[in-house]
């Protein structure tokens, strides 16, 4: 029985919808136990002053009514708080597996799917051979046969690029399943940089009360992640995120994360030609842009060589951004965290390759004086 692809491929969108819902719905109600413990724990303070009082008091005094109702009222709030605690981070365990099952389910059938494809390409590629091999002994036909040869060669060039489009999508699922993007907190010292991790988060809370703002590339769950451990890590530094969610089309936003600098014109300079010259002095949220850039290296790095760019810094004036087509307060960092880097993508893609990071070091294989580029 035949079954439309596009009504399957509508299928697995409202299951993924669906998983994604309740995800969702159990992170809030865990974010939202948290905050009863806090007031129930805040509750009970009245209660704990009137006692620490009464150490000193003589004769001691009873607690007020009104004192005893709010600390049994606290009371109530911690405890319930706790055990919503304890069963939405368990609720959220579950959802994320299976979401984790249903994205190797769709991996499965992209990886038979890419098997197809290649078969389809060798048998493709052999048709084309005996169709020229046909042509150069039919002397009656050579030139009817050679118009067929050279069709039977676009047809095989189509499908070689439709089968590249495939590989990449491919990969990028591979990439997101087997490597999510993650960032780290600041007393990780699983991958061996604890001390440099700490000296990088410690270099971003110089900056409090740095307003951000995240965009999100849409219906991605690894972007989405993303984006809220660099929500999480920001406020613990004292910042001030937020994500948004702009209308403007996907292709606007870069794989990888892109942090964007809101400044006054005064403070955007090209880099100085020559090295030798001082360096300019940077804005304040040139600065925490940079830190923030060296602190996400960590975790989501660069490997420019092979095409993958994790993290990259660009400069910004009044005028709107490229990738917004707007204009924010001036002093604002803005990110945009797209879909995970992938190995040799910029020739396929409509976007160019990322912005030059005029604090990047040159690498081994760039020219000693290369152009300036304004990001």
Do not use: C
Not at 2 to 17: G, H, K, M, S
Not at 210 to 223: C, G, H, M, S, W
């Amino acid at each position: 029985m035949y079954i439309d692809p596009e009504f399957l491929r509508q299928v697995d969108n409202v299951i993924r919808f669906d998983l994604q819902s309740w995800r969702d719905l159990f992170f809030h109600l865990l974010i939202w136990s948290s905050v009863f413990v806090a007031i129930g724990v805040a509750l009970e303070g009245p209660e704990v002053i009137h006692e620490v009082r009464n150490i000193w008091r003589l004769p001691k005094l009873e607690a007020p009514s009104w004192i005893k109702l709010v600390g049994l009222l606290g009371w109530i709030l911690v405890v319930g708080g706790v055990a919503g605690e304890g069963v939405f981070e368990g609720a959220l365990s579950v959802s994320d597996g299976q979401i984790q099952t249903f994205d190797e389910i769709l991996l499965a059938n992209a990886q038979r799917q890419a098997g197809d494809a290649a078969d389809s390409a060798e048998r493709a590629n052999t048709a084309a051979g005996d169709a020229k091999t046909k042509a150069e002994s039919a002397d009656a036909a050579a030139g009817n046969a050679v118009a067929k040869s050279d069709q039977a060669t676009h047809e095989v060039d189509a499908f070689h690029a439709e089968l590249h489009d495939s590989e990449i999508i491919l990969r990028e699922h591979i990439e997101a399943i087997a490597n999510p993007r993650h960032l780290r907190d600041e007393e990780d010292d699983t991958d061996g940089n604890g001390e440099v991790r700490k000296a990088r988060y410690a270099e971003v809370k110089k900056y409090p009360r740095t307003r951000v703002l995240i965009q999100v590339f849409p219906e991605n769950k690894d972007a989405s992640d993303l984006a809220d451990d660099i929500v999480l890590a920001l406020r613990s530094a004292g910042w001030n995120p937020r994500k948004i969610t702009e209308d403007i089309g996907p292709w606007l936003i870069p794989r990888g994360v892109l942090i964007e600098t809101q400044e006054n014109p005064d403070f955007v300079h090209e880099p100085p030609p020559d090295p030798k010259l001082p360096p300019v002095d940077l804005s304040e949220v040139r600065k925490a842009a940079s830190a923030l850039k060296d602190l996400l290296d960590l975790d989501l790095g660069r490997d420019s060589d092979k095409g993958r760019v994790g993290v990259r810094l660009a400069l910004n004036n009044s005028e709107p951004s490229m990738h917004t087509l707007r204009t924010f307060r001036v002093g604002t960092i803005f990110i945009l965290v797209g879909r995970p880097p992938v190995e040799n993508l910029w020739s396929s893609n409509f976007l160019s390759p990322p912005h030059p990071d005029i604090n990047a070091k040159p690498s081994k294989k760039s020219p000693k004086n290369p152009p300036s580029a304004k990001p």
